[in-house]
């Protein structure tokens, strides 16, 4: 993580073009709002990045209990590929939410059972319920120390609790904002999910502008 040294920038421009970061903006438009040019607010903005990654990093001890939703989702490439195989050049990421709670995200080399289950065991409360989709990498939930409940995308459930519909939002979410960038290096993805991760638990703008200028504080004034 490269977060090193203070910002050259004065607290008046930083606090600018963190108001353009917090409401979405890329960082040409934020450079050519803020008067700053694109190498300054592109690199400011990739170090806000690695602020929020450096945080999240230290709360993703934290573990989650209760209703818990499970999937995974593949981001860029051109192509649909096959599901846990590489899927075409695309990132395999997967995520676990807690039904009125957070998001956590990570960046997975497969979506075998042998990867999904340490990190559900890591990060869920034994006895908590997961619901899960029919992929069967998640065929090992069924005799694990989680209740598991499977969700079937062709058969319509009488049980309104029987679904993933957050975690699937989250994945539109995060796409939705990643594609307005129009590209990014590959290198930088995990920075630009973890902002996404961040977005998602913290969904009231305000709420985020002060956590992220105090952030700003900490690690470049």
Same mark, same amino acid.
């Given at each position: 993580?490269?977060?090193? =040294?203070?910002?050259?920038?004065? *607290?008046?421009?930083?606090?600018?073009?963190?108001?353009?970061?917090?409401?979405?903006?890329?960082?040409?438009?934020?450079?050519?709002?803020?008067?700053?040019?694109?190498? #300054?607010?592109?690199? +400011?903005?990739?170090? !806000?990045?690695?602020? @929020?990654?450096?945080?999240?990093?230290?709360?993703?001890?934290?573990?989650?209990?209760?209703?818990?939703?499970?999937?995974?989702?593949?981001?860029?490439?051109?192509?649909?590929?096959?599901?846990?195989?590489?899927? =075409? =050049?695309?990132?395999?990421?997967?995520?676990?939410?807690?039904?009125?709670?957070?998001?956590?995200?990570? @960046?997975?080399?497969?979506?075998?059972?042998? #990867? !999904?289950?340490?990190?559900?065991?890591?990060?869920?409360?034994?006895?908590?319920?997961?619901?899960?989709?029919?992929? #069967?990498?998640?065929?090992? !939930?069924?005799?694990?120390?989680?209740?598991?409940?499977?969700?079937? *995308? &062709?058969? @319509?459930?009488?049980?309104?609790?029987? *679904?993933?519909?957050?975690?699937?939002? +989250? &994945?539109?979410?995060?796409?939705? *904002?990643?594609?307005?960038?129009? =590209?990014?290096?590959?290198?930088?993805?995990?920075?630009?999910?973890?902002?996404?991760? &961040?977005?998602?638990?913290?969904?009231?703008? !305000?709420?985020?502008?002060?956590? @992220?200028?105090? &952030?700003?504080?900490?690690?470049?004034?």
């Amino acid at each position: 993580m490269g977060i090193v =040294g203070k910002s050259r920038l004065s *607290h008046y421009k930083q606090d600018r073009l963190i108001e353009h970061f917090v409401s979405g903006s890329t960082s040409l438009t934020a450079a050519r709002l803020c008067g700053v040019n694109r190498k #300054t607010s592109g690199s +400011f903005f990739l170090r !806000l990045r690695e602020i @929020i990654a450096l945080e999240l990093e230290v709360e993703s001890e934290a573990m989650f209990g209760g209703e818990i939703e499970v999937d995974e989702s593949y981001f860029g490439g051109r192509r649909k590929g096959r599901r846990g195989r590489g899927a =075409g =050049g695309k990132i395999p990421v997967f995520g676990l939410l807690k039904r009125g709670g957070k998001v956590y995200t990570k @960046i997975i080399p497969n979506a075998s059972s042998a #990867t !999904l289950m340490p990190i559900i065991e890591r990060k869920v409360v034994p006895d908590s319920i997961v619901y899960s989709d029919s992929w #069967t990498g998640y065929n090992v !939930l069924d005799v694990s120390a989680f209740k598991h409940f499977r969700i079937n *995308h &062709w058969e @319509i459930f009488a049980d309104k609790q029987n *679904h993933i519909d957050g975690i699937e939002s +989250f &994945w539109n979410q995060a796409k939705r *904002h990643m594609r307005k960038f129009n =590209g990014f290096p590959k290198a930088q993805f995990g920075l630009y999910l973890k902002e996404c991760e &961040w977005r998602f638990n913290n969904s009231d703008p !305000l709420d985020q502008l002060s956590q @992220i200028k105090q &952030w700003v504080n900490h690690y470049l004034r």
